[in-house]
């Protein structure tokens, strides 16, 4: 009979090598951002020899790394608010209720979310221009909270159908209303749900580039994703500030994932299963 501490051992030990296997291109990514591009290009190991700051500091110092940040965060926080305000409504009726008229809303969704968002850029941008809203962060806002509103609505939908109904009908017979009922009863236990449906809209805001790219032309709207590319010239690359960039950029959707990982498992699983 085997040893159950070594092989609980061994298990770790495979499962460690599989993660750093799958991290290769962000290790080296990192690993990259304390090299200079001269560097990076001459060396022919995989491990750096000299690690320098020069890359971050040029970043923050010479370049408008900054003010991305401030643009993408102020977007996809936004964005976020719109997709997840619209959803919790949206999918609450459509846990809640049943008519002809939700029927034919939770279909359009569905059309929604199956039609390339590619094919609306160009009206969308005719639209936009004599509004004044090129090169306005609202523009992203508004596209973003759209494509985000049918994944954030049937995810919405999913973790309220968990809640149990006789929760509501106790409040109403104490005296809430339906909107009581909602605000005092159902939100508050919808919050981890909640959380996870604002971290997947918020991410995938954050890290998209070809809206961005349509809409925001000048360099203080510019987004991360879309700024980043000032690194990739026509005959060369400074490798050493892109994989910087891509670092700082990183950054704060791992320190995300770190806090709020139990939220993302909890609201999934929660919103997959009808209780």
Not at 104 to 119: E, K, S
């Amino acid at each position: 009979m085997r040893d159950p501490s070594r092989r609980r051992g061994l298990l770790a030990l495979a499962m460690t090598g599989i993660v750093i296997f799958l991290n290769a291109p962000i290790i080296l990514m990192v690993m990259n951002s304390f090299q200079t591009t001269d560097v990076i290009v001459a060396r022919r190991s995989l491990w750096p020899e000299a690690l320098t700051a020069i890359n971050y500091e040029r970043l923050v110092a010479d370049t408008p790394f900054l003010i991305y940040l401030k643009n993408s965060l102020i977007t996809a926080a936004g964005s976020t608010i719109f997709a997840v305000f619209a959803a919790v409504l949206a999918g609450y009726a459509l846990a809640r209720f049943r008519s002809p008229l939700l029927t034919g809303y939770a279909r359009t969704l569905l059309a929604v979310q199956m039609f390339p968002i590619i094919l609306a850029l160009i009206p969308l941008f005719l639209l936009f221009r004599p509004l004044g809203l090129i090169d306005n962060p609202l523009s992203v806002i508004l596209v973003y909270g759209v494509a985000n509103l049918p994944f954030a609505t049937w995810m919405a939908r999913g973790y309220f159908e968990t809640i149990p109904r006789e929760l509501e009908e106790a409040a109403l017979i104490d005296g809430c209303s339906h909107y009581g009922a909602f605000f005092r009863v159902v939100l508050p236990l919808s919050g981890p749900g909640l959380a996870a449906v604002s971290i997947f809209a918020f991410l995938l805001s954050y890290n998209e580039y070809f809206v961005a790219n349509v809409f925001l032309r000048t360099r203080d709207a510019m987004t991360l994703p879309v700024g980043i590319q000032m690194f990739m010239q026509q005959f060369s690359t400074d490798w050493g500030g892109l994989m910087a960039a891509a670092t700082l950029m990183m950054t704060p959707t791992l320190i995300l994932f770190l806090f709020i990982q139990k939220f993302i498992v909890h609201g999934a699983v929660s919103g997959a299963v009808k209780g």
